[in-house]
């Protein structure tokens, strides 16, 4: 059984992705005469990613001795750091527990404006998916979200999975696509990769 810690960060963080994409709504809130998120939220310049360099490359996973002493269980530990090296060897595509990082649950509820989560996440995910076709030369057609991963805060990055057809009529493949945003719309997504799911070995 997961730590009351874990339920306790689960349900504060699927909190914060039901509500991720409320921060979009900056121009709505400044036609009201709101400044709260110009408040809570401040703009610092910082390098954008470079576009098909995964920032867990050359990274390798290690234990924290300090999350041992939140389990009173071997079994319940041992399982923990299972799913802990499974999260980091998909580098960021399946959700890493105890990190706060959890994935969008509720993928077709309101997320900003007339837009569903799934709306919003498949025009991300196409940022990058035409800036693979447009690199490379290729023909990938997304298809379906199958899910979503999100971490950070003023900058924040959407790991989303989808299956995509590489050429008209093919069959289906699993992708990854890797965005960066920024709350209150300072500047567009960026779009980070695209690329077939690499099958894990752990």
Not at 103 to 110: G, H, N, S, V, W
């Amino acid at each position: 059984m997961a730590p009351e810690s874990t339920v306790k960060q689960a349900s504060t963080t699927d909190m914060v992705n039901s509500s991720l994409m409320e921060e979009h709504k900056v121009e709505e809130e400044e036609e009201d005469g709101g400044s709260d998120i110009d408040r809570r939220y401040k703009y610092v310049p910082g390098p954008e990613p470079e576009w098909d360099v995964d920032s867990y490359d050359g990274r390798e996973y290690e234990s924290d001795p300090e999350d041992r002493q939140i389990f009173s269980d071997e079994d319940e530990y041992n399982e923990y750091r299972i799913r802990k090296r499974q999260a980091f060897a998909s580098k960021g595509f399946i959700p890493e527990p105890l990190s706060g990082i959890y994935p969008i649950k509720y993928l077709d509820e309101i997320a900003y404006r007339n837009m569903t989560a799934r709306e919003l996440m498949t025009n991300l995910a196409n940022l990058c998916v035409k800036k693979l076709n447009d690199e490379k030369g290729q023909t990938v057609e997304l298809v379906e979200i199958v899910r979503v991963i999100d971490s950070g805060g003023f900058r924040w990055y959407s790991y989303i999975t989808f299956m995509a057809r590489e050429y008209p009529n093919g069959p289906l493949v699993e992708y990854q696509a890797k965005v960066m945003n920024y709350a209150g719309n300072e500047k567009p997504p960026f779009p980070i990769l695209c690329r077939p799911s690499p099958k894990l070995s752990v």
